[in-house]
């Protein structure tokens, strides 16, 4: 630690047997898909390099980085059996490390090979369909960086999904929660061009960091410095004034055209369905920068759950939001954002008095990613593990009382990608209060728990051990 690009990881990943090559020749579509979709559906998943594709000669693909939960322990150099609860705690005391600022260097392996004349992203890229009815080539794990064009001192680093359109030409989804939404309205209300660069196969901690809902003024780069333990090394940009990772293999650099829109998707999304077409911004590609030796290009399989996406977006997710309701709510002991980036959240928390969980549902919905995203929320008291599923349905089945313990909230913003809705965009809200009632409310009878003998623990691990034996 740290990983100062996607290189040294899968060095990393190779010694832990956490990566799988595969040296046959494959097809670029549906093998590479299908492979990337079982690998994250098999327990610990390893990360897939497809060293020989057809049609595309000396290029080389790499799936399912963030693709299990033992993956994601070795991005953060942690022993790769960690548990999931054990990762969200870590997380989150490396995050109150921030910030840790960059390390601006002068030379970086992307910077070897630069192309400004008769630029073609097919020619460059190894491309394929992340799922059959996509609408094209889809980069959905490029890293956007891009400036606040009213104040430069606020930079972007965010992952959004973009479709191949042309050669040099590529629509984006910017949806109107995202911080890139906010640089476009500026832009285009100066009538100012938006400067954007792509960076394209990154280091886990990146893409990690690039995924967080962090605040609007927060910087990325000096986030990723504290879940690291060091700076993390950027470079500028070849044109524009941008700070890019070092260590990625491709940079690619544009415009986002201004009041103009095009057609983007379908696309294969988080929520398990494919998003419908949509019009969206485009970027016009200017310029290419790239490592001399043959790339590693990154893609993110996404699809029905759990995929990819979803290991990707469990806790850097639970832990942003934890982290912002912890700041004004200490009671709060964990969240769990894990399923459907967030759409279902379970909260674990203290209670402060009667009625406080409802508090803590309406605080989550004022966070940057819960203005849209959560409409399941269910919070659990501090002895309930929010992670373990079984914990949170016994609270849901002996504490939560439907005529006193539901808050819905109508006609409230949404992700747009939620295929339930009848108006994109708007939807409703359910906080369940499945936590034991505080002064003033009316307690439970008969509510005393039964404790767990004391040599519990003990036996457990005695039995695991025995089980072993018998392998």
Same mark, same amino acid.
């Given at each position: 630690?740290?990983?100062?690009?996607?290189?040294?990881?899968?060095?990393?990943?190779?010694?832990?047997?956490?990566?799988?090559?595969?040296?046959?020749?494959?097809?670029?579509?549906?093998?590479i898909r299908a492979a990337s979709c079982a690998a994250s559906k098999v327990q610990?998943?390893?990360?897939?390099?497809?060293?020989?594709?057809?049609?595309?000669?000396?290029?080389?693909?790499v799936m399912n980085v963030h693709g299990s939960w033992e993956n994601l322990a070795?991005?953060?150099?942690?022993?790769?059996?960690?548990?999931?609860?054990?990762?969200?705690?870590?997380?989150?005391?490396?995050?109150?490390?921030?910030?840790?600022?960059?390390?601006?260097?002068?030379?970086?392996?992307?910077?070897?090979?630069?192309?400004?004349?008769?630029?073609?992203?097919?020619?460059?890229?190894?491309?394929?369909?992340?799922?059959?009815?996509?609408?094209?080539?889809?980069?959905?794990?490029?890293?956007?960086?891009?400036?606040?064009?009213?104040?430069?001192?606020?930079?972007?680093?965010?992952?959004?999904?973009?479709?191949?359109?042309?050669?040099?030409?590529?629509?984006?989804?910017?949806?109107?929660?995202?911080?890139?939404?906010?640089?476009?309205?500026?832009?285009?209300?100066?009538?100012?061009?938006?400067?954007?660069?792509?960076?394209?196969?990154?280091?886990?901690?990146?893409?990690?960091?690039?995924?967080?809902?962090?605040?609007?003024?927060?910087?990325?780069?000096?986030?990723?410095?504290?879940?690291?333990?060091?700076?993390?090394?950027?470079?500028?940009?070849?044109?524009?004034?941008?700070?890019?990772?070092?260590?990625?293999?491709?940079?690619?650099?544009?415009?986002?055209?201004?009041?103009?829109?095009?057609?983007?998707?379908?696309?294969?999304?988080?929520?398990?369905?494919?998003?419908?077409?949509?019009?969206?911004?485009?970027?016009?590609?200017?310029?290419?920068?790239?490592?001399?030796?043959?790339?590693?290009?990154?893609?993110?399989?996404?699809?029905?759950?759990?995929?990819e996406i979803d290991y990707l977006q469990a806790l850097n997710t639970s832990v942003?939001?934890?982290?912002?309701?912890?700041?004004?709510?200490?009671?709060?002991?964990?969240?769990?954002?894990?399923?459907?980036?967030?759409?279902?959240?379970?909260?674990?928390?203290?209670?402060?008095?009667?009625?406080?969980?409802?508090?803590?549902?309406?605080?989550? %919905? +004022?966070?940057?990613?819960? @203005?849209?995203? $959560? *409409?399941?929320?269910?919070?659990?008291? =501090? #002895?309930?593990?929010?992670?373990?599923?079984?914990?949170?349905?016994?609270?849901?089945?002996?504490?939560?009382?439907?005529?006193?313990?539901?808050?819905?909230?109508?006609?409230?913003?949404?992700?747009?990608?939620?295929?339930?809705?009848?108006?994109?965009?708007?939807?409703?809200?359910?906080?369940?209060?499945?936590?034991?009632?505080?002064?003033?409310?009316?307690? %439970? +009878?008969?509510?005393?728990? @039964?404790?767990? $003998? *004391?040599?519990?623990?003990?036996?457990? =691990? #005695?039995?695991?051990?025995?089980?072993?034996?018998?392998?």
């Amino acid at each position: 630690m740290p990983y100062n690009s996607l290189r040294d990881f899968l060095v990393k990943a190779e010694e832990e047997g956490q990566l799988l090559r595969i040296n046959e020749e494959v097809r670029p579509e549906p093998d590479i898909r299908a492979a990337s979709c079982a690998a994250s559906k098999v327990q610990g998943g390893p990360v897939l390099l497809f060293e020989k594709i057809q049609g595309y000669r000396d290029k080389k693909v790499v799936m399912n980085v963030h693709g299990s939960w033992e993956n994601l322990a070795l991005s953060f150099d942690l022993p790769k059996h960690t548990g999931v609860r054990e990762q969200f705690h870590e997380i989150a005391r490396r995050w109150d490390s921030y910030p840790v600022p960059s390390k601006r260097v002068s030379d970086a392996p992307h910077k070897d090979v630069i192309i400004e004349k008769n630029i073609s992203l097919f020619r460059e890229l190894p491309l394929f369909r992340v799922n059959r009815m996509d609408g094209g080539f889809y980069f959905s794990k490029g890293c956007v960086v891009a400036r606040d064009p009213e104040n430069p001192d606020i930079q972007n680093v965010g992952i959004y999904r973009m479709q191949l359109k042309d050669h040099d030409r590529i629509g984006i989804q910017i949806s109107a929660q995202h911080d890139l939404a906010i640089f476009l309205r500026k832009a285009e209300e100066m009538n100012v061009p938006l400067r954007v660069a792509v960076s394209i196969s990154n280091d886990p901690v990146t893409s990690f960091v690039a995924s967080s809902p962090l605040k609007y003024e927060e910087d990325e780069y000096a986030m990723m410095g504290a879940l690291r333990g060091e700076p993390t090394e950027v470079i500028s940009s070849e044109k524009g004034d941008l700070d890019v990772p070092a260590g990625a293999e491709v940079i690619i650099e544009g415009e986002i055209v201004i009041r103009h829109r095009a057609v983007e998707g379908p696309f294969s999304e988080y929520p398990g369905s494919y998003s419908t077409s949509m019009l969206q911004v485009e970027i016009q590609v200017d310029l290419i920068s790239k490592r001399k030796d043959p790339i590693f290009f990154e893609n993110l399989y996404t699809g029905l759950p759990w995929t990819e996406i979803d290991y990707l977006q469990a806790l850097n997710t639970s832990v942003t939001v934890f982290k912002q309701m912890k700041a004004d709510f200490p009671e709060v002991e964990a969240v769990n954002a894990m399923y459907t980036h967030g759409y279902g959240t379970i909260i674990s928390s203290r209670m402060r008095f009667g009625g406080f969980a409802k508090t803590l549902g309406c605080r989550l %919905l +004022s966070t940057p990613h819960g @203005v849209t995203y $959560p *409409k399941i929320i269910i919070v659990v008291d =501090e #002895e309930v593990d929010p992670f373990d599923l079984q914990q949170v349905m016994w609270a849901m089945t002996v504490r939560f009382r439907p005529e006193r313990d539901v808050a819905i909230i109508p006609n409230a913003p949404a992700s747009t990608l939620d295929p339930t809705h009848l108006v994109r965009g708007l939807g409703s809200k359910i906080i369940i209060d499945a936590a034991k009632p505080a002064f003033p409310d009316i307690p %439970l +009878s008969d509510a005393a728990l @039964v404790e767990p $003998p *004391k040599e519990t623990a003990f036996w457990m =691990e #005695e039995i695991k051990k025995r089980m072993e034996g018998l392998k």
